[in-house]
């Protein structure tokens, strides 16, 4: 009995039928006769001696029928292009949703047809291309993992009518803009797929069940492209920046009056090197990001983190990526390329009232080679930035300069081997960065090199329904004692903690290496049953952040996940799904650090609503990181909540809505909920309103450690903490408006207002406890004064123990917006007019008082910039 119910868990009566890539559907390329003109009406005659692919089943609403509504597919072969032609029939045409979208806007919300190419035919990575009946255009590069990266925007055209028999669309892809092996008959992979949004029907050429795991490899064929010629093409892409700025001076300030205007230009460059390689290189390049980053109030001993928006280092960025894992639940690990290193703040400020230094580092030059190669693929990026200085009026009133970032060389490699038809890669990488520290300054901030290496697996087996992934890393920083003292003593390890008897804290160290390793065993598919198990591990010494991003290291953790997935319709859902995870955490000392139950359920009902719910324990178990470098305190455990309603996105309003409650022992509690409104006034308008609230009481909040003698429990320092009411709220608009597919315009704008109110200050009374004595009630005696100051005497017995806290209170305000006009006016070429406005304001209140901060926040100055940014594409 038990040995059947662990093989219905594991699937193993529901093993799917083996799948050959000989069994795809084909669609055969006819050779182009005559010119074709693009432009959404099939009538040239090459078109009628195409054989039609039209036999398409849907995925959606009802898996594995035909779809509802008829679709030819033509495919014609040029000398130098691919197109394709779909007559996409409708029985009634006047309900076609025909939205008018920005270039490579999610098409979720329109009918729509899409083509992914697998130039290559390696089975794993694709190109996407699609066309709505408005004529609105998006083009995506499939990875290896699925994901779809947009920021690729190859130079092509499509064009869409609507007629009585429904609509037509019409491709022309130059075989420049894709990546191929020279053959002497060529095969594809191709993928078609019709969208019919008022009925939720997505249907497919090649059509693969739910219960399978679906994606590049289950492609069908493209065949009749004959011997296809290598397009070995240069592109080049100028641009010309004129960039005006206007914010308020400051009176005594020498290096700003007001305003400041500049003009540059550079080069993008781009050769094919061969049929699936090519080289990319800038020279003096425009890096600028259109869209600001969010504001957030980070009170944790951990960076934040900012999604990469420059489209030089996002496209193609799927050649580099290391390590995936496919299984369901896991913990953050170790980003072995994270590109906004490149090109980042400046290190120092010199520290004086009046300052002049640059918001990033400027890149000098930046290239990349990336592609696919007799069953390898591989990136390689190489980047240099400049050394930067920053000027500063001293206490004397002279003007000086000092070096405030370093000549600095950044370098990626990523190579992978393709074997089984894609269905097992195995792969390198390695990563440095070199420094030139030409000041004592900056050898005492800055590593002087920092090296990654590392090989990952991924293998899958039974038509991809099982895999296991793998990988092993390590790393290597060099530097001055100071800066490897302070890798040890950062928040990502703590070296010096007291009772870390597992750490070797050495402060005259000049290097630290470590490493990190994973492994996880997943079942992807299956009528119903799916799970995945994965271990983790980073070890203490590992350190990536030089071009990476690394939150913590001395981690072990193991996950697990199991899911029950019922996507056919009921007779109350049309789908749900439940899953269920546990995790466990330690460090390499052994101290479990977390233990945790999850679980969740998603359905959609027949109305296309859907909803989430989540719930979760935790555990009482240790913690590391509370005391921010001193012994371990305990984690009372907590639970959480979490659910979220979405209305019917096909309405011309709809709603996304959540609400999440925590609840820790210890007297801690978050309480948040954020919405997001929808609104569709018109077939080329969407706007989008966010409002989000986060209310936080933190029972433990770190406030400062003071060494003290006789805290002789607390290994001779008193570690300070206090209650902590955080209140946070935002308000985010999002406007699209599209006037043709090559004119749009975007608006992006945030408000925040967020507090802080620190109370019940309080000592951290012994290791492996959440117990603390509150001053001025259980112990000692705390005075505030009329600045604000805390001077806090532990013992009560005098001055001569007494230290003092600052007023940490605050009030956070701020306001950004982004407005761009965007035109394509040639294939790849754009000119974008662009408005940032961004002002903000901070005080030392504490208390959650939206009038008073929003008065305060418009009483404060505003930046504006203006840019207007041109681009010419060309293609010799």
């Given at each position: 009995m038990i040995a059947s119910w662990l093989m219905l868990i594991a699937g193993v009566p529901q093993t799917p039928a083996v799948y050959r890539h000989a069994d795809a559907p084909e669609i055969r390329a006819a050779p182009l006769r005559r010119s074709v003109r693009v432009d959404g009406v099939l009538d040239e005659s090459s078109w009628s001696r195409a054989t039609p692919a039209v036999v398409f089943t849907q995925r959606d609403p009802d898996e594995g029928a035909l779809a509802s509504e008829r679709t030819e597919v033509r495919v014609l072969i040029g000398d130098d292009a691919l197109y394709i032609g779909a007559r996409l029939f409708d029985r009634d045409p006047g309900r076609i949703v025909g939205r008018l979208t920005r270039r490579d806007a999610p098409l979720d919300e329109t009918d729509a047809f899409l083509v992914f190419l697998d130039s290559y035919h390696d089975h794993l990575t694709a190109f996407g291309f699609a066309v709505t009946p408005a004529g609105a255009v998006r083009d995506v590069v499939v990875g290896a993992d699925g994901e779809e990266d947009e920021s690729w925007d190859g130079v092509w055209e499509a064009a869409a009518t609507i007629d009585s028999l429904g609509w037509v669309a019409e491709m022309r892809i130059p075989l420049s803009q894709l990546r191929y092996r020279r053959q002497s008959d060529a095969v594809w992979g191709i993928q078609l797929v019709r969208r019919i949004f008022r009925k939720q029907e997505s249907s497919y050429f090649a059509f693969t069940p739910k219960a399978e795991e679906a994606g590049v490899s289950r492609y069908g064929h493209l065949t009749g492209l004959g011997e296809l010629a290598v397009q070995e093409r240069l592109e080049l892409l100028p641009h010309t920046v004129v960039r005006g700025e206007r914010s308020p001076a400051e009176p005594g300030d020498p290096f700003w009056n007001g305003s400041r205007g500049s003009l540059g230009a550079g080069l993008e460059g781009k050769y094919r090197v061969s049929g699936g390689v090519a080289l990319n290189a800038t020279i003096n390049p425009d890096f600028g990001q259109v869209e600001a980053d969010p504001a957030v109030v980070n009170l944790t001993a951990y960076e934040t983190r900012y999604e990469e928006k420059r489209p030089f280092f996002i496209e193609g960025a799927d050649f580099f990526r290391f390590g995936r894992l496919r299984a369901g639940h896991t913990a953050d690990a170790p980003e072995y390329f994270f590109s906004r290193r490149i090109g980042r703040e400046p290190t120092l400020e010199p520290d004086y009232d009046f300052i002049d230094i640059p918001d990033v580092t400027t890149i000098i030059g930046a290239g990349k080679v990336t592609g696919k190669t007799a069953g390898w693929s591989m990136g390689l990026l190489d980047?240099?930035?400049?050394?930067?200085?920053?000027?500063?009026?001293?206490?004397?009133?002279?003007?000086?300069?000092?070096?405030?970032?370093?000549?600095?060389?950044?370098?990626?490699?990523?190579?992978?081997?393709?074997?089984?038809?894609?269905?097992?890669?195995?792969?390198?990488?390695?990563?440095?960065?070199?420094?030139?520290?030409?000041?004592?300054?900056?050898?005492?901030?800055?590593?002087?090199?920092?090296?990654?290496?590392?090989?990952?697996?991924?293998?899958?087996?039974?038509?991809?329904?099982?895999?296991?992934?793998?990988?092993?890393?390590?790393?290597?920083?060099?530097?001055?004692?100071?800066?490897?003292?302070?890798?040890?003593?950062?928040?990502?390890?703590?070296?010096?903690?007291?009772?870390?008897?597992?750490?070797?804290?050495?402060?005259?160290?000049?290097?630290?290496?470590?490493?990190?390793?994973?492994?996880?065993?997943?079942?992807?598919?299956?009528?119903?049953?799916?799970?995945?198990?994965?271990?983790?591990?980073?070890?203490?010494?590992?350190?990536?952040?030089?071009?990476?991003?690394?939150?913590?290291?001395?981690?072990?953790?193991?996950?697990?996940?199991?899911?029950?997935?019922?996507?056919?319709?009921?007779?109350?859902?049309?789908?749900?799904?439940?899953?269920?995870?546990?995790?466990?955490?330690?460090?390499?000392?052994?101290?479990?650090?977390?233990?945790?139950?999850?679980?969740?359920?998603?359905?959609?009902?027949?109305?296309?609503?859907?909803?989430?719910?989540?719930?979760?324990?935790?555990?009482?178990?240790?913690?590391?990181?509370?005391?921010?470098?001193?012994?371990?305190?305990?984690?009372?455990?907590?639970?959480?909540?979490?659910?979220?309603?979405?209305?019917?996105?096909?309405?011309?309003?709809?709603?996304?809505?959540?609400?999440?409650?925590?609840?820790?022992?210890?007297?801690?509690?978050?309480?948040?909920?954020?919405?997001?409104?929808?609104?569709?006034?018109?077939?080329?308008?969407?706007?989008?309103?966010?409002?989000?609230?986060?209310?936080?009481?933190?029972?433990?909040?770190?406030?400062?450690?003071?060494?003290?003698?006789?805290?002789?429990?607390?290994?001779?320092?008193?570690?300070?903490?206090?209650?902590?009411?955080?209140?946070?709220?935002?308000?985010?608009?999002?406007?699209?408006?599209?006037?043709?597919?090559?004119?749009?315009?975007?608006?992006?704008?945030?408000?925040?207002?967020?507090?802080?109110?620190?109370?019940?200050?309080?000592?951290?009374?012994?290791?492996?406890?959440?117990?603390?004595?509150?001053?001025?009630?259980?112990?000692?005696?705390?005075?505030?004064?009329?600045?604000?100051?805390?001077?806090?005497?532990?013992?009560?017995?005098?001055?001569?123990?007494?230290?003092?806290?600052?007023?940490?209170?605050?009030?956070?305000?701020?306001?950004?917006?982004?407005?761009?006009?965007?035109?394509?006016?040639?294939?790849?070429?754009?000119?974008?007019?662009?408005?940032?406005?961004?002002?903000?304001?901070?005080?030392?209140?504490?208390?959650?008082?939206?009038?008073?901060?929003?008065?305060?926040?418009?009483?404060?100055?505003?930046?504006?910039?203006?840019?207007?940014?041109?681009?010419?594409?060309?293609?010799?």
């Open positions: 980047a240099v930035t400049a050394e930067e200085h920053g000027r500063y009026l001293d206490d004397d009133g002279i003007v000086r300069t000092m070096p405030i970032e370093p000549l600095t060389n950044y370098f990626v490699g990523r190579a992978v081997r393709e074997l089984r038809g894609g269905n097992t890669t195995v792969g390198g990488f390695a990563t440095s960065v070199r420094r030139d520290l030409p000041t004592p300054d900056l050898e005492a901030e800055l590593r002087s090199s920092a090296v990654a290496f590392g090989m990952d697996l991924n293998h899958a087996w039974g038509n991809r329904t099982w895999a296991v992934d793998a990988s092993l890393t390590g790393s290597t920083i060099r530097g001055s004692a100071d800066v490897i003292n302070d890798a040890q003593r950062s928040s990502a390890r703590y070296y010096q903690r007291p009772d870390a008897t597992h750490l070797d804290y050495d402060p005259t160290r000049t290097s630290l290496s470590g490493h990190a390793a994973q492994l996880a065993l997943s079942k992807l598919a299956g009528l119903h049953w799916r799970w995945s198990a994965a271990y983790q591990e980073v070890s203490p010494g590992l350190e990536v952040n030089d071009l990476g991003f690394q939150r913590d290291a001395d981690r072990r953790v193991l996950g697990a996940q199991l899911e029950y997935r019922q996507q056919q319709p009921t007779r109350l859902l049309r789908t749900w799904q439940l899953s269920a995870s546990v995790d466990q955490e330690w460090n390499f000392g052994g101290d479990r650090l977390a233990r945790g139950l999850s679980a969740f359920v998603y359905t959609q009902l027949h109305s296309y609503w859907t909803v989430y719910g989540g719930v979760g324990h935790g555990f009482a178990s240790l913690d590391d990181r509370l005391t921010r470098s001193g012994p371990l305190a305990l984690d009372p455990g907590s639970w959480y909540v979490d659910a979220n309603v979405t209305t019917d996105d096909r309405k011309p309003v709809y709603l996304w809505s959540n609400l999440f409650l925590r609840r820790q022992g210890g007297g801690s509690w978050t309480t948040s909920g954020t919405a997001s409104l929808s609104l569709k006034p018109a077939r080329g308008v969407k706007l989008k309103i966010g409002p989000w609230f986060e209310i936080d009481q933190s029972a433990a909040q770190a406030v400062t450690r003071v060494a003290d003698t006789l805290a002789t429990a607390t290994y001779g320092r008193r570690y300070v903490f206090a209650t902590l009411k955080q209140v946070s709220t935002a308000l985010s608009t999002r406007l699209d408006w599209t006037f043709s597919p090559q004119l749009s315009l975007q608006f992006y704008g945030q408000l925040f207002v967020g507090s802080g109110e620190y109370h019940t200050y309080k000592e951290f009374d012994a290791p492996r406890t959440f117990d603390f004595s509150r001053y001025g009630i259980d112990r000692g005696v705390i005075v505030r004064d009329s600045s604000g100051v805390y001077t806090v005497d532990p013992d009560g017995d005098g001055p001569a123990e007494s230290f003092s806290i600052y007023d940490p209170n605050f009030n956070d305000r701020s306001l950004r917006a982004t407005t761009v006009l965007r035109w394509e006016y040639r294939p790849g070429s754009t000119i974008f007019l662009a408005w940032q406005h961004r002002r903000s304001d901070s005080a030392q209140v504490g208390d959650f008082r939206p009038g008073r901060d929003l008065g305060a926040l418009f009483d404060a100055g505003a930046t504006n910039v203006l840019v207007l940014k041109a681009t010419y594409w060309l293609g010799l």
